[in-house]
């Protein structure tokens, strides 16, 4: 059975950071694309950031010199390290990934992100 486990949301004030956190668990697990999504309160979830097994980053043009995406992959962790956010940052973030033998992405609980102004 495969998890993901994220941490690291929390309250921060506009212009402040946070560093999201999402490890995948499970037995022999080959993980290849992962990443972030957010969903605000109204709105569809929408992608925020994706990071291919060889490091290969996409982000949504909103967060595009703010936020930047990494992965541990012999911790199979994906990272999230978000700066100079904004109001409109504030969301529930939920991971996902792509795990070889699995037809279907695997999602996070998801954390939330509230960021004041």
């Known amino acids: 059975q495969v998890q993901l486990v994220e941490s690291g949301g929390g309250l921060v004030q506009a212009g402040g950071s946070l560093r999201l956190s999402c490890a995948a668990s499970g037995r022999s697990l080959n993980v290849n694309d992962m990443g972030w999504y957010r969903q605000a309160p109204g709105k569809q979830r929408e992608l925020v950031a994706g990071?291919?097994?060889?490091?290969?980053?996409n982000f949504a043009d909103s967060v595009k010199g703010r936020f930047t995406i990494s992965r541990d992959n012999a911790k199979n962790t994906v990272y999230l390290q978000m700066n100079s956010l904004k109001p409109e940052d504030t969301a529930v973030y939920y991971c996902?990934?792509?795990?070889?033998?699995?037809?279907?992405?695997?999602w996070g609980q998801g954390t939330q992100v509230t960021v004041s102004s």
């Open positions: 996902n990934a792509k795990i070889l033998g699995y037809i279907d992405v695997h």
């Open positions: 990071i291919t097994r060889g490091g290969r980053t």
